[in-house]
């Protein structure tokens, strides 16, 4: 069974400030798909940014980037220049299943944004 | 897109009582996933349909739950006998043929079970 694990429970930075959040996944498969999800208090998820496991350069969505390393089976997301706006918490997410691309979530990291 | 909508937003019930959710995915989205999300917890996936078919349920799911999609549009989730630890945040999910990798999330119905 596909695992995805998030080390860190809360993070903090400071405005205009850049942050990394961290991820590891276990697969045995070759072919899938890693999210960063953000939900904000009392809000909705929403997608902040995929990575292809067949794509070899990084995925990036304006200040929002990700460093994918497929053999170490690490997939973290930086936030460059920290807004007020990016507190939420953040989940880092796997699929891997074509015909049902039903989403493992890690356990979140708590992202605050310090004035 | 109008977004995907949940009603109830918040349900308390007490033990034993039946509750039912409804999803309404954005229209022209074929791809439906419920997903629960405890306290401190990522979301954990309940069921999947495609269009009104139920494809796949997770062992999350026991007998007390049941969802339907009919005619594929909107989805019901219903909990029979609810327990108290069935208090929990559960949150609809859709997406489209085209590109399903994009899960667009409601705003979820939080359930309270006292």
């Known amino acids: 069974a596909q695992t995805v694990t998030q080390s860190q429970p809360e993070m903090s930075v400071q405005e205009a400030e850049t942050v990394t959040l961290s991820c590891t996944y276990d697969t045995s498969e070759s072919d899938y798909y890693l999210f960063w999800y953000k939900q904000p208090p009392s809000r909705q998820m929403i997608l902040v940014i995929r990575q292809e496991a067949y794509k070899q350069q990084n995925a990036t969505e304006n200040r929002f980037s990700v460093n994918f390393q497929k053999a170490a089976k690490s997939f973290s997301l930086k936030i460059s220049d920290s807004q007020l706006g990016d507190a939420a918490m953040y989940f880092c997410a796997y699929t891997g299943n074509f015909g049902n691309e039903k989403l493992t979530f890690g356990t979140g990291t708590r992202l605050t944004i310090i004035p | ?114």
């Not at chain 2, 349909?49 to 549009?73: T, V």
């Open chain 2, 1 to 114: 897109d109008t977004g995907v909508s949940q009603n109830p937003r918040h349900k308390i019930t007490k033990r034993g009582q039946n509750v039912t959710f409804r999803c309404d995915p954005i229209s022209e989205h074929n791809r439906l996933y419920w997903y629960r999300q405890t306290l401190g917890q990522g979301p954990e996936f309940l069921t999947y349909f495609q269009n009104e078919a139920q494809l796949e349920k997770s062992r999350l799911l026991s007998d007390r739950f049941s969802a339907e999609r009919p005619k594929g549009s909107f989805s019901t989730l219903e909990i029979q006998r609810t327990e108290q630890g069935d208090s929990a945040m559960y949150l609809c999910a859709s997406s489209r043929d085209r590109d399903p990798y994009e899960q667009y999330f409601g705003p979820g119905t939080r359930l309270t079970v006292t």
